[in-house]
């Protein structure tokens, strides 16, 4: 059985702060991606990271793919409320794709 | 595009009645996935269709729970009788060839048995 783990399980910082939240698993991932909740919605993705040591920017957020394919971490530049919100890391496995989901990094930006 | 819509938003329902839940995946998504998250859990898979077959439905927690898609359409997640621990917040997703690029997640149902 895959574990996965996030980490931090909550944030709270101030507004133009930056972070980083961490994903890590016993276990190579085929791919991985990065979604972001919010309340009473359903996750919206992120990015997909496929290649060992890939890293991907999507505006202040960047992504990276750990080397071995067992970590991926997101890094968040000079935060804003709206990046307030669950993150959830999701590594992809199996011919159906489905998701293995982390508990997520709760994120709460204050003004 | 309209993208996956679920309903209904919220059901509260009594122990032992039966629910149905529906999902509009994206018009053309062939690929189409049940999710749930239970209080304090992770998102957990529960079974994914290609058009109307079945794919893989290895994380129905037991057979008080039917899935259908209809003609490859619409789906529906019957929970039959309902037990308290089922209550908790059901995902559809779609996707266009196969999730490994993402897929579009609905809003949900939260599902709550009393």
Same mark, same amino acid.
């Given at each position: 059985? =895959?574990?996965? &783990?996030?980490?931090?399980?909550?944030?709270?910082?101030? &507004?133009? &702060?930056?972070?980083?939240?961490?994903?890590?698993?016993?276990?190579?991932?085929?791919?991985? =991606?990065?979604?972001? =909740?919010?309340?009473? &919605?359903?996750?919206?993705?992120?990015?997909?990271?496929?290649?060992?040591?890939?890293?991907?920017?999507?505006?202040?957020?960047?992504? =990276?793919?750990?080397?071995?394919?067992?970590?991926?971490?997101?890094?968040?530049?000079?935060?804003?409320?709206?990046?307030?919100?669950?993150?959830?890391?999701?590594?992809?496995?199996?011919?159906?794709?489905?998701?293995?989901?982390?508990?997520?990094?709760?994120?709460?930006?204050?003004? | 595009?309209? %993208?996956?819509?679920?309903?209904?938003?919220?059901?509260?329902?009594?122990?032992?009645?039966?629910?149905?839940?529906?999902?509009?995946?994206?018009?053309?998504?062939?690929? $189409?996935?049940?999710?749930?998250?239970?209080?304090?859990?992770?998102?957990?898979?529960?079974?994914?269709?290609?058009?109307?077959?079945?794919?893989?439905?290895?994380?129905?927690?037991?057979?008080?729970? $039917?899935?259908?898609?209809?003609?490859?359409?619409?789906?529906? $997640?019957?929970?039959?009788?309902?037990? $308290?621990?089922?209550?908790?917040?059901?995902?559809?997703?779609?996707?266009?060839?196969?999730?490994?690029?993402?897929?579009?997640?609905?809003? %949900?149902?939260?599902?709550?048995?009393?």
């Amino acid at each position: 059985t =895959q574990l996965l &783990e996030q980490s931090p399980q909550f944030l709270s910082i101030q &507004e133009g &702060e930056n972070l980083t939240v961490y994903c890590n698993s016993s276990s190579v991932f085929s791919s991985l =991606q990065w979604y972001r =909740q919010e309340p009473g &919605e359903g996750p919206v993705l992120l990015v997909t990271v496929v290649t060992g040591g890939e890293v991907k920017k999507l505006k202040r957020l960047t992504f =990276q793919f750990g080397d071995a394919r067992k970590d991926s971490s997101l890094h968040i530049t000079a935060a804003q409320p709206g990046d307030t919100g669950l993150y959830l890391c999701a590594p992809v496995g199996g011919s159906n794709y489905k998701l293995t989901f982390g508990k997520g990094t709760l994120l709460t930006v204050n003004p | 595009e309209a %993208g996956v819509t679920q309903f209904p938003s919220h059901s509260v329902i009594e122990k032992g009645q039966t629910v149905t839940l529906r999902c509009d995946p994206i018009s053309g998504h062939d690929n $189409l996935y049940w999710y749930r998250r239970v209080m304090g859990k992770e998102i957990k898979f529960l079974l994914h269709f290609v058009k109307e077959s079945k794919q893989d439905e290895s994380g129905m927690p037991n057979n008080r729970f $039917l899935a259908e898609r209809t003609g490859g359409t619409y789906s529906t $997640l019957k929970v039959q009788p309902a037990e $308290l621990e089922d209550s908790g917040v059901y995902f559809c997703a779609s996707s266009q060839a196969g999730g490994g690029y993402g897929y579009t997640f609905g809003s %949900g149902t939260r599902l709550t048995v009393v």
